[in-house]
């Protein structure tokens, strides 16, 4: 039993957070499915929204249509997140979290894929395009990984000089 917690010990945050942040996704489109597809659209504040968007495509409306191959594209990418995790941690807390958020993101929105046919959509900001907590998750997870990667091109840059 041992052996194992001291193999499980570097991946104690993933098995925490993408669950947790795979569960605060499941319930929130429970919750969205269940008390707002029938009303479509409510207003929170005069620049937020929760509208019911069933997606099938990507980001922005693109690739509509296209459910079973980004669900692959989804698969490909969390596959090449595990393989490569231990290659990236090594940048640090940072890309760590980036790769666990953008994770448990795609776990959240391939579930979704895969049992219901088609995302489901609700943060509303009117002038953006209707996004999830999966997708919250992915974005900033994206962000956190640039973020890293950058620093790191300047730092080699400099060391280069």
């Known amino acids: 039993m041992l052996k194992l917690k001291e193999k499980l010990a570097p991946y104690k945050a993933d098995l925490i957070l993408i669950p947790l942040i ?21 207003e929170v504040l005069p620049f937020f929204r929760l509208t019911y968007v069933e997606n099938t495509g990507a980001a922005f409306g693109s690739f509509r249509n296209t459910n079973a191959g980004l669900a692959f594209v989804s698969i490909i990418i969390l596959f090449a997140i595990f393989k490569w995790r231990e290659e990236l941690v090594h940048f640090g807390s940072w890309a ?4 666990i958020f953008v994770a448990a993101g795609a776990l959240g929105n391939l579930y979704d894929r895969i049992v219901l046919g ?11 395009p209707v996004f999830n907590v999966a997708d919250s998750f992915i974005t900033i997870g994206a962000i956190m990984l640039c973020f890293v990667f950058i620093k790191d091109s300047f730092a080699k840059r400099k060391e280069g000089k």
């Open 22 to 42: 795979f569960a605060l996704d499941r319930i929130t489109k429970v919750l969205v499915l269940n008390g707002l597809r029938e009303r479509f659209s409510v």
């Open 118 to 128: 088609r995302v489901i959509d609700f943060f509303d900001f009117i002038v953006w």
């Open 96 to 99: 760590h979290y980036g790769l």
